[in-house]
C-alpha cells in the first residue's frame, strides 16, 4: 500500500490537516496514522548549522590566525532539545511505504528552510514524490485546496537556494565578524566598562546595521540646537446675519511683503527674533489703540477706529481621501505599537496565534493587496465575518450593498505586488476561538478585521476652504479642513479632533503645519463659505505665538519596523511608502526577532510602556567599534541590498554560486581589513565623548 506523508511545522498545525482530512485516528508519539495517511510535524527548527568546533576541535578556541573561517561544505547537526521528534521525522520520510511526501511547513523562505534541513540531514531519498502545500490561512478549504494544487516541491528550489544562503550569510558575517572584532577590541571594551556585564562583541548582517540606525537618531537628537520663532496671528470677525464668529489667520512672507525673503525670518511665517514680530505689530496696526505691554495689539470697542482687513484670494474644492491599503506584517506591527503599545514581536506572535486559530490569512507578508483569486471570492469572507459581533453589521452592509463586486478593479487587488503572500485579512472563520484570546489578541483581530472592511466603503469626503486676507501688504492665511462625509472612516474610525475645540462663535486654533478634520458649528462654516474676495473684516486682535523647532523624533518599535521595510528610511507617509517599497532590511518574518535580540543582548533599550527605543552605552561602544573597522555594516543601503540579492535567488535573476562568490568576497576582505588596524587606544578617546551621555 502507497501511504501519503504529510509534514507540518507545528503539532498545532498538523491536527488542522488532521481535521481537513478527516483523520480520527489517535495520536501517536510523533505523529498521526490512518489508513493510508500518515501526519508528523517539526517543532520549528529540528536542524542547525554545526559551529566550528564540528569542523575543527582547534576552531573552539578565538584566534585572529584562523580567521577568516569559510567552510567549503557546510555542516548540520540535530538540535539536541528536539533529537527524539527528529528521529520520528527521519524514520517515517524513509519508510519504504511513504511514496508520497506533502511537504506543508509554513508557506515561506524559512518554513521552506525548516524542511529542507530535515529533507537533508535524514537522506530522504529522491525517487520518492515530494510536493510543497503552500496556503495562506489554516481554515479547512485552503488547507485542502493547497493539497489539491500542491506543486512539485522542486518548483520551489530557488526560494530554498535563497533560505540557505540567508542562513550562511548570517552565519559567515555573525561568526566572522563576532570573532574578529571581539579579538580585536574586546579588551578595550570590557576594560572601559570596569566590570560590568559583559559579553564578545555580537555582530549581525541586520542586527549592526538597525543599531546603527537607532544610534544616529539618538545623535541627530543630542546634536540638535533649537531655534525659537515667532509667528504673528490675526484674529479676524466675520459676520452673517445675526451670526457673528472669528477666526484666526498667520502672517506668511510672500512675495509682495515687506519681509520677503527677509533675513529676519525663520522659513516665510516666523520671526527670528520677537522684536521683529513686535514691529510688524507696529506697521500693521499704527497708531490704532489699544497696545499691549507685550508689543501685541487688541481692538479697542470703546473706539470708532478699526483696523480691516481684505480678502484677497478665496479657495473651495473638496478633498477625498481613500482607504489605506490593507495590512502587512511591518504595517500592522506599526499600527499595534502605535496603538497599544505592544512591541513587533508580540504583535506577530498575536497574529500567529490568529493564524492558527484560523481567524486571519498569513501574517508574515510584505504584500498590501490582495490576488485577483481572493478578490473573486472575498464575499465568503465577507459572509464568515457576518458572525463577528463586534463588527458584523458592516460586513451584512457590505454584503447588501454589492460594494465588494468591483474590488478587483481597484488598487485593492493588484497581482504585480504579491510574491509569496497577499494581504493580511480576517478568513470570517474561527469565531469559536475568540472566547480564549487575550483582550489585546482580541483588540489585534478587531483593527485587522476594520482595515479589511474599509476598503469596501467610498472614500472620506473633506471640503478645505483656503483664505488669504490681506491688512496693508502683509498677508495672513488660514485653511479650515471639514470632514463632510465620514465613508470608510465610520468603521475605521475618525481622526481625533482638535485639541482646543470650536466654541460656539466658531474660533479656531491651528498649530504650524497642523490639519484639522473636525465638524465645525455649522453657522461657522457656512459664513466662511460665504465671504467673497475682496470684502472687509473687521481685525479683533495681532498676537505673537512662539514656538521652536523640534528635534527629530526618537523611534518606536514600531517606526523602527517600518523604517527596515524601507531600507532605513522613515516614511510616514502611507501612500509614498507603497510606491517606493522595494527590499528593505531584513524580512517581514525576522525584523521583530532582530530587534527582540538587540534589546536581549543590552545594545538597545525598549520603553515597554512607549514602545520609545534608545541606545545603551554598550550598544553605543559597539557602534563605534563597527564604525571604526567594518564601517559598511552600518549602512541601511548595503544592507538592504543584500537582502534584494537574496530576492533575485529566489526569483532564479541570479544563482546561487554568483552570490556564494560575493558573499566569501566581502567576509574575507572585512576581516583580513581590520587585522591591518591599529587603532585600540582612539578609540578609547571616543569611547570617553559617548560615556559622558549616560552618566
Known amino acids: 500500500m502507497s501511504v501519503s506523508l504529510y509534514i507540518t511545522e507545528k503539532p498545532s498545525v498538523a491536527l488542522e490537516f488532521a481535521k481537513a482530512l478527516k ?17 508528523t510535524w517539526c517543532v520549528g527548527h529540528l536542524i542547525t548549522m554545526s559551529y566550528p568546533e564540528s569542523y575543527d576541535p582547534a576552531l573552539k578556541k578565538w584566534s585572529m590566525e584562523t580567521l577568516p573561517f569559510i567552510p567549503d561544505e557546510f555542516l548540520y547537526e540535530v538540535i539536541p532539545a528536539v533529537k527524539k521528534q527528529f528521529e520520528i521525522v527521519k524514520w517515517l520520510l524513509n519508510r519504504e511505504d511513504v511514496t508520497t511526501i506533502y511537504v506543508c511547513t509554513d508557506s515561506g523562505r524559512e518554513g521552506e528552510y525548516i524542511y529542507r534541513l530535515v529533507d537533508q540531514v535524514a537522506k530522504v531519498p529522491d525517487t520518492k514524490i515530494k510536493k510543497r502545500v503552500w496556503i495562506d490561512s489554516q481554515t479547512e478549504e485552503e488547507i485542502l485546496r493547497g493539497i489539491r494544487e500542491a506543486k512539485p516541491l522542486s518548483a520551489y528550489d530557488n526560494l530554498a537556494d535563497a533560505a540557505y544562503l540567508r542562513a550562511k550569510e548570517d552565519y559567515l558575517m555573525g561568526i566572522n565578524f563576532s570573532r574578529i572584532l571581539t579579538l580585536k577590541y574586546g579588551n578595550k571594551v570590557q576594560d572601559f566598562l570596569k566590570g560590568k556585564k559583559w559579553s564578545a562583541i555580537a555582530v ?134 502605535r496603538l497599544y503599545k505592544i512591541s513587533p514581536d508580540e504583535t506577530l506572535n498575536i497574529a500567529q496565534e490568529l493564524y492558527e486559530k484560523k481567524l486571519i490569512t498569513y501574517p508574515r507578508t510584505d504584500a498590501r493587496v490582495l490576488s485577483t483569486p481572493v478578490a473573486k471570492e472575498i464575499y465568503k469572507n465577507l459572509k464568515g465575518l457576518r458572525s463577528y459581533s463586534v463588527l458584523g453589521g458592516f460586513a451584512a452592509e457590505i454584503l447588501s450593498n454589492g460594494s465588494y463586486k468591483g474590488i478587483a478593479k481597484t488598487r485593492y487587488v493588484d497581482d504585480s505586488k504579491i510574491t509569496d503572500h497577499y494581504a493580511i485579512i480576517p478568513t470570517g472563520q474561527g469565531f469559536n476561538a475568540l472566547g480564549s484570546l487575550s483582550p489585546t489578541a482580541g483588540k489585534v483581530y478587531e483593527t485587522i478585521v476594520r482595515r479589511f472592511l474599509s476598503i469596501f466603503y467610498p472614500p472620506a469626503q473633506y471640503r478645505r476652504i483656503n483664505l488669504t486676507v490681506k491688512i496693508g501688504t502683509e498677508s495672513f492665511f488660514s485653511t479650515f479642513k471639514v470632514l463632510e462625509d465620514e465613508g470608510y472612516l465610520v468603521i475605521a474610525g ?45 481685525v479683533n486682535s495681532l498676537s505673537i505665538k512662539e514656538g521652536e523647532t523640534s528635534p527629530p523624533k526618537r523611534y518606536t518599535s514600531g517606526t523602527l519596523i517600518l523604517a527596515m521595510e524601507n531600507a532605513g528610511q522613515l516614511i510616514e507617509d502611507e501612500e509614498l511608502r507603497a510606491q517606493i517599497k522595494g527590499s528593505g532590511i531584513g524580512t517581514s518574518a525576522t525584523r521583530a526577532e532582530i530587534l527582540n535580540k538587540l534589546v536581549n543582548i543590552s545594545y538597545l533599550n525598549l520603553n515597554k510602556k512607549t514602545q520609545i527605543i534608545t541606545p545603551t552605552l554598550l550598544g553605543e561602544l559597539v557602534y563605534e567599534v563597527v564604525n571604526a573597522s567594518i564601517r559598511s555594516l552600518l549602512n541601511a543601503e548595503l544592507t538592504a541590498s543584500w537582502e534584494k540579492g537574496l530576492t533575485m535567488v529566489a526569483e532564479g535573476t541570479i544563482t546561487k554560486e554568483e552570490y556564494m562568490e560575493k558573499l566569501k568576497g566581502f567576509v574575507e576582505r572585512m576581516v583580513n581589513g581590520v587585522k591591518t588596524l591599529n587603532n585600540q587606544d582612539m578609540l578609547i578617546k571616543i569611547f570617553k565623548q559617548v560615556a559622558s551621555f549616560y552618566k
Open 204 to 337: 549581525g548582517r541586520v542586527m549592526t546595521c538597525v543599531l546603527g540606525m537607532v544610534v544616529r537618531r539618538e545623535r541627530e537628537i543630542r546634536n540638535f540646537v533649537k531655534t525659537p520663532f515667532f509667528r504673528v496671528l490675526s484674529s479676524f470677525s466675520v459676520t452673517r446675519g445675526d451670526y457673528t464668529g472669528e477666526f484666526t489667520g498667520e502672517f506668511k512672507a510672500i512675495e509682495g511683503s515687506a519681509y520677503f525673503n527677509s533675513p529676519l525670518l525663520y522659513k516665510e511665517n516666523g520671526f527670528l527674533k520677537r522684536d521683529s514680530a513686535v514691529e510688524l505689530i507696529k506697521q500693521l496696526a499704527g497708531n490704532l489703540p489699544k497696545y499691549n505691554d507685550d508689543g501685541t495689539w487688541n481692538r479697542d470697542e470703546s473706539s470708532d477706529e478699526c483696523l480691516y482687513g481684505t480678502v484677497t484670494h478665496t479657495e473651495k474644492k473638496k478633498e477625498k481621501k481613500n482607504p489605506p491599503l490593507l495590512y502587512n506584517l511591518a504595517e500592522l506591527q506599526n499600527d499595534c505599537s
Open 494 to 538: 475618525k481622526p481625533s479632533v482638535l485639541k482646543e475645540t470650536q466654541t460656539s462663535q466658531g474660533k479656531q486654533s491651528q498649530d504650524e503645519n497642523e490639519e484639522n478634520e473636525n465638524i465645525l458649528d455649522k453657522e461657522f462654516m457656512n459664513t466662511i463659505m460665504n465671504i467673497k474676495t475682496g470684502a472687509k473684516l473687521a
Open 23 to 39: 483523520i480520527n485516528a489517535k495520536r501517536q508519539d510523533g505523529y498521526i496514522e490512518a489508513g493510508d495517511t500518515i501526519i
